[in-house]
């Protein structure tokens, strides 16, 4: 069986992020670059007329230069009449400038409603439950996406045919501790991860049981759904061990031993695909104490949350590199929010998210000289944002960095993803325009380690739907057929540990 996998996704309803975070987000991220875009033209127009043209004058008038001034008024002048004729022959049929002003008027509002209709899409979706939604995303892709029994990508008169899309719902960590350090009254002093955990696993469940009830004529249920446990260090407390003379934090050691412990016996990614497969969702019982490995497939870290990848305290410094040791011996994949985006909750975390603070991490030397983490399973999400165009060239040069002991690359398990960076065509030609412009042996060696992502649902905010989103990457030809292969199959399931 092959599977088309997005690796970067998201279920959530409206109860699980900070509120006020989301209205942050939606702002910077769709309401704030309308705004500016529209405003700079009025900004320099009253900067222009309300400082450069009093300052000059005025120096010119000190300095005795009234010959200038005389020709400056001349020129002023000139130009007044010349937009005057321009604006009578252009605008001085009534009904032609009614025309005019109202194309400029509609322009705008289209956008505005664009924008506010992406939006509203965005909280409809948040507010439905979690497994009537997932079944609405197959409803939607069934009708029109040509599946038949199968998921197919063309090109260059081939196909690749995949019999499942595997979804990674990411948890994030809203859990927020210390949060209640604002001048508002009523404050979010805590978001118990639990809620959330229980919520998108009865989701899973609802959609194997009930999609049936609203699908037919294709029993197989089109997606696999394995989740990623959301982890925020900060949120768990630690202990000092009498015995190591650490801090450790008991609480994250029985989390990871709950959901994880099983993987220590998965001596190659068949055998975890195969354990993966046996996880029967349909016979969850709503208590979260029931779950045990493999229903969840690797861990979410969210910097713009609070999460430190290197944090200076020393307690806080322990628990990262406990949970980091954990998952190479493990082998379980973390994927990293890099960008400077999302849910920003306090401007210091804004660096968190930063490739240079996760190079930190796989760069660290023990007291013996040794490197622990360089062999972390790590994913570094959205190839640094669309905004993050330093980002991105960091992630890259990480990735082609060579390691001089071995002559091997030196961070053989580190992948990015391109979740969000699809949400129209021209964003597959700007990130080809990025990777083409290294050469071929390079650049084939990003190919091998970026990974298929959608970032939906929050990627709603630019774009109608999730099918939207597979169609652009199944028709942009940026990428060969063999390429959109590796993003969507054989990179995620080499990252992933499953293939």
């Known amino acids: 069986m092959r599977y088309f996998y ?50 000059v004058v005025i120096t010119l008038l000190l300095t005795g230069h009234f010959e200038v001034i005389k020709w400056i008024l001349y020129a002023v002048s000139l130009i007044a009449v ?60 069934r009708k029109k996406i040509p599946l038949n029994n199968v998921l197919a990508i063309s090109g260059n008169g081939e196909k690749k045919e995949y019999d499942k899309i595997v979804l990674t719902p990411l948890i994030m960590d ?186 930190k991490v796989l760069d660290y030397h023990d007291e013996n000289g040794e490197k622990p983490f360089r062999k972390l399973r790590l994913n570094l999400a959205h190839f640094g944002g669309v905004d993050g165009v330093d980002w991105g060239k960091k992630i890259a040069d990480m990735i082609l960095e060579g390691d001089p002991e071995n002559g091997q690359y030196k961070y053989e398990n580190l992948y990015t993803d391109i979740s969000y960076q699809g949400v129209d065509k021209q964003s597959y030609v700007e990130l080809s325009g990025f990777i083409n412009k290294y050469d071929a042996e390079q650049r084939a060696r990003l190919i091998e380690r970026i990974i298929f992502g959608s970032d939906f649902m929050i990627n709603l905010q630019d774009i109608s739907s999730y099918s939207s989103y597979l169609q652009y990457f199944f028709d942009t030809d940026v990428f060969t057929l063999e390429e959109k292969d590796m993003l969507c199959n054989k990179n995620a399931e080499r990252f992933l540990f499953v293939g």
């Not at 109202?102 to 956008?111: A, G, N, R, Y």
């Not at 948040?126 to 939604?133: A, K, L, N, R, V």
């Not at 969840?296 to 910097?303: D, E, M, T």
């Open 82 to 141: 010349i937009l005057f004729v321009f604006v009578v022959v252009k605008f001085g049929d009534k009904k032609k400038r009614e025309i005019e002003i109202s194309k400029i008027k509609s322009t705008l509002l289209d956008k505005v409603k664009e924008k506010l209709a992406n939006v509203m899409n965005l909280l409809a979706a948040m507010e439905t439950d979690i497994g009537d939604c997932l079944i609405q995303m197959e409803e939607e892709l």
């Open 174 to 359: 809203f859990g927020l501790k210390d949060s209640g350090k604002t001048n508002l009254i009523y404050k979010v002093r805590w978001k118990p991860i639990v809620a959330q955990v229980e919520d998108l696993c009865t989701g899973i469940r609802d959609y194997y049981l009930y999609r049936d009830k609203y699908i037919t004529g294709h029993a197989e249920p089109l997606f696999q759904i394995i989740p990623f446990m959301g982890i925020n260090t900060q949120n768990y407390y630690s202990e000092k061990d009498n015995t190591t003379g650490k801090s450790i934090s008991v609480s994250l050691v029985q989390l990871l031993d709950k959901n994880f412990s099983e993987f220590k016996y998965d001596t190659s990614p068949q055998m975890r695909r195969k354990k993966i497969d046996a996880v029967n969702w349909r016979q969850f019982n709503g208590d979260i104490e029931s779950i045990g490995s493999y229903y969840f497939l690797g861990i979410k870290v969210y910097p713009p949350l609070g999460f430190d990848p290197w944090p200076e305290d020393v307690v806080e410094r322990e628990k990262v590199c406990y949970l980091y040791q954990y998952c190479i011996d493990y082998n379980i994949p973390i994927t990293a929010h890099c960008s400077p985006g999302g849910f920003l909750v306090k401007k210091d975390y804004k660096d968190f998210s930063s490739p240079y603070r996760w190079e």
């Open 6 to 55: 997005d690796s970067h996704c998201h279920m959530m309803n409206l109860s699980h992020p900070n509120l006020s975070a989301i209205i942050k987000r939606i702002y910077n991220d769709s309401i704030k670059p309308l705004l500016l875009k529209y405003s700079v033209y009025l900004k320099v127009a009253l900067l222009v007329l309300l400082f450069v043209i009093p300052v």
